[in-house]
Nanobody, 114 residues
Framework: VQLQASGGGLVQTGGSLRLSCVVS????????MSWHRQAPGKQREWVAT???????LYTDSVKGRFAISRDNVKKTLYLQMNSLKPEDTGVYSC?????????WGQGTLVTVSS
């Protein structure tokens, strides 16, 4: 199983980006999918979770600005990020649970300039 994240880049404060994470190498259903981020010099933190059913979850600092979603046919996880702030800068990584196993993708860098 491989996860390929993309969509990061440099954006000004108030701008938007859409991250994608494509899951390949499996025909199994995707269970819980999440985005995490790691700012320079800080520990990785959880950002958002998309369960297969039920309510999507967000860390407080991104509520109302970020939206997580998925396309199960394309096996792709998305993160729409609006009203970006400099404190959103970091490497964003995707995580997925498949058949009770956890998989991580490499990160995509998001840089928000002030």
């Amino acid at each position: 199983v491989q996860l390929q994240a993309s969509g990061g880049g440099l954006v000004q404060t108030g701008g938007s980006l859409r991250l994608s994470c494509v899951v390949s190498g499996t025909s199994s259903s995707l269970n819980i999918m999440s985005w995490h981020r790691q700012a320079p010099g800080k520990q990785r933190e959880w950002v958002a979770t998309d369960p297969p059913t039920g309510t999507k979850l967000y860390t407080d600092s991104v509520k109302g600005r970020f939206a997580i979603s998925r396309d199960n046919v394309k096996k792709t996880l998305y993160l729409q990020m609006n009203s970006l702030k400099p404190e959103d800068t970091g490497v964003y990584s995707c995580q997925v649970w498949i058949n009770r196993k956890e998989y991580w993708g490499q990160g995509t860098l998001v840089t928000v300039s002030s």
